[in-house]
């Protein structure tokens, strides 16, 4: 599967905690994050992450974008939950693509053991009916 990460900068010490928590099934999956989160997940825990660019550069469009285009199959997105960024355009957009495209997302640390531990069980094998990648 391929997993997206994004962690705000209040929320990449718990994106790194979860990542080692949850390393042994991230590593069976593709992973890609914004630049800054890549490096601090891959510091802690040693996976294999793509780096996309900052989220400042415009990595959140890049995820957005392959959510568009069927190249992501789920995202851990741990966001700033302040009230001076609720009407965050580019994180309204991400979160509506999500909602177009049905990709499952995680925007807390619940739901994304949620998440995670149904992809190990298999839950989420339906995904790669609709995800052009697996039917090459």
Same mark, same amino acid.
């Given at each position: 599967?391929? %997993?997206?990460? %994004?962690?705000?900068?209040?929320? /990449?010490?718990?994106?790194?905690?979860?990542?080692?928590?949850?390393?042994?099934?991230?590593?069976?999956?593709?992973?890609?994050?914004?630049?800054?989160?890549?490096?601090? %997940?891959?510091?802690?825990?040693?996976?294999?992450?793509?780096?996309?660019?900052?989220?400042?550069?415009?990595?959140?469009?890049?995820?957005?974008?392959?959510?568009?285009?069927?190249?992501?199959?789920?995202?851990?997105?741990?966001?700033?939950?302040?009230?001076?960024?609720?009407?965050?355009?580019?994180?309204?957009?991400?979160?509506?693509?999500?909602?177009?495209?049905?990709?499952?997302?995680?925007?807390?640390?619940?739901?994304?053991?949620? %998440?995670?531990?149904?992809?190990?069980?298999?839950?989420?094998?339906?995904? /790669?009916?609709?995800?052009?990648?697996?039917?090459?």
């Amino acid at each position: 599967m391929e %997993i997206a990460i %994004i962690a705000h900068d209040l929320k /990449k010490e718990l994106m790194a905690q979860f990542c080692i928590a949850y390393c042994g099934i991230l590593s069976k999956h593709h992973l890609c994050a914004t630049a800054v989160t890549a490096k601090y %997940i891959s510091e802690a825990t040693g996976l294999k992450i793509d780096s996309l660019m900052s989220g400042a550069q415009g990595g959140e469009q890049q995820i957005t974008s392959r959510i568009a285009y069927n190249e992501i199959d789920v995202l851990l997105y741990f966001r700033d939950t302040r009230p001076s960024n609720i009407n965050n355009p580019v994180e309204q957009e991400l979160l509506r693509a999500c909602d177009v495209y049905n990709v499952p997302i995680a925007t807390n640390i619940a739901t994304a053991e949620v %998440i995670i531990t149904a992809l190990e069980r298999g839950d989420l094998d339906w995904r /790669k009916i609709v995800n052009p990648i697996y039917n090459k």
